[in-house]
Each structure stands twice: as C-alpha cells, then as structure tokens.
C-alpha cells in the first residue's frame, strides 16, 4: 500500500504551500490508478484550490 500511497503526506497540516503540495502528491496516485473514484478527485481538487487560494499560493488544475 505504501508504494500505492506514498509517504509524503506524513507530517503535512495543510498549513502552508508545502503541505498542501504534500497532500495533492499523496491523492495523485490513488486518483490516477482508481483507488478514489472521480468525484472523490474532483472534491479533493477542489479543496485543494481552495487551501491553495487561502495560503496565497498557486492554484494548480
């Protein structure tokens, strides 16, 4: 599961850019492969953009 997942979410708050940047690596591939299903990507995507927008960072699409 850990080369599914990944690590690097471990330690993230969401608290700053890095962070956010750490969560989106970790949902990537659970998305790409089909782990989550597409609306599950999309709300984390979406929520993602926001956080990003809240901590003055790049929104990426």
């Known amino acids: ?32 492969v089909g782990v989550y299903r597409v609306e599950e990507c999309r709300r984390h995507r979406a929520a993602s953009a926001a956080r990003r927008r809240e901590l003055g960072g790049t929104v990426v699409r």
């Open 1 to 32: 599961m850990r080369a599914i997942v990944g690590t690097d979410i471990i330690g993230a708050q969401g608290a700053a850019i890095g962070d956010q940047d750490a969560i989106d690596l970790t949902v990537a591939g659970p998305c790409a």
